[in-house]
């Protein structure tokens, strides 16, 4: 932003003052609410990347295969997803409507196991190749349409950058995505940032069992 909204552009843009904190957060914004809303990230690599295509399918294989089971059938959460944002090079868990908040983060943990484990076949990667095309090839209304082009033109993605995306998506490997799994997915959780939304009865005492890495505590 700083490089590209600067005054040499002549775009009329003054880039805003933004301070680096190096600070991974975990924070718990509490409110009156009897669930939770738990979510948690961690940077991966962005659309130009090779690995982006099988980050993208890990995403569809965790949400319906791992997640739904463990967020929803087994936590009672409304829901659980997993998602991969290849614009911005991001990678997230979140769930909604739930009633836990360490078990859910736990849950986060055993994706790593999941998505390194033999519980998914070829199958399984195809249909989420499937998934992710009908993503990228779904029009969108000429709002969201205009808000996505200025995003990718600030963030510097090009149409020819996301055919290339979608080539690699269509000739993807269970090999390659093995190794991207082995290659991002942590099962310590290491470098992850975390936010709940919940009441503040359920972020003291899910904070009880954080000991020495607990949830930095805020009110709505």
């Known amino acids: ?28 914004w509490s409110t ?4 939770s809303f738990v979510a948690q990230t961690f940077p991966v690599v962005r659309m130009e990347h090779e690995d982006s295509p099988s980050l993208a399918v890990i995403s569809k294989i965790l949400r319906s295969m791992y997640l739904h089971r463990e967020i929803r059938e087994k936590g009672g959460a409304y829901g659980g997803f997993a998602v991969y944002d ?3 090079g991001l990678f997230g868990f979140g769930s909604y409507r739930d009633p836990h908040i360490a078990e859910t983060l736990n849950a986060y943990k055993g994706a790593a196991v999941f998505i390194k484990s033999d519980d998914y076949g070829d199958q399984d990667i195809k ?5 992710v095309c009908s993503e990228i090839d779904k029009p969108d209304p000429p709002g969201p349409a205009a808000r996505k082009a200025f995003y990718r ?3 510097l993605l090009s149409d020819e950058s996301r055919n290339r995306f979608k080539k690699r998506l269509l000739s993807l490997t269970r090999a ?5 799994a082995e290659k991002y997915f942590d099962q310590a959780g290491a470098g992850q940032a975390v936010a709940v939304i919940s009441s ?3 972020l ?10 607990p949830l930095m505590l805020y009110r709505i």
Not at 2 to 22: A, C, R, T, V, Y
Not at 204 to 213: L, M, P
């Open 32 to 35: 009156a609410s009897a669930v």
């Open 204 to 213: 003291n005492a899910a904070n009880e069992g954080f000991g020495d890495n």
């Open 1 to 28: 932003l700083q490089k590209n909204l600067s005054p040499e552009n002549g775009d009329g843009f003054k880039p805003p003052h933004i301070e680096k904190n190096d600070d991974i957060p975990r924070e718990g």
């Open 127 to 131: 249909e989420a190749i499937f998934q």
């Open 153 to 155: 033109t600030i963030m």
């Open 86 to 88: 290849p614009e911005s």
């Open 200 to 202: 503040e009865e359920k």
């Open 176 to 180: 390659q995505v093995n190794e991207v």
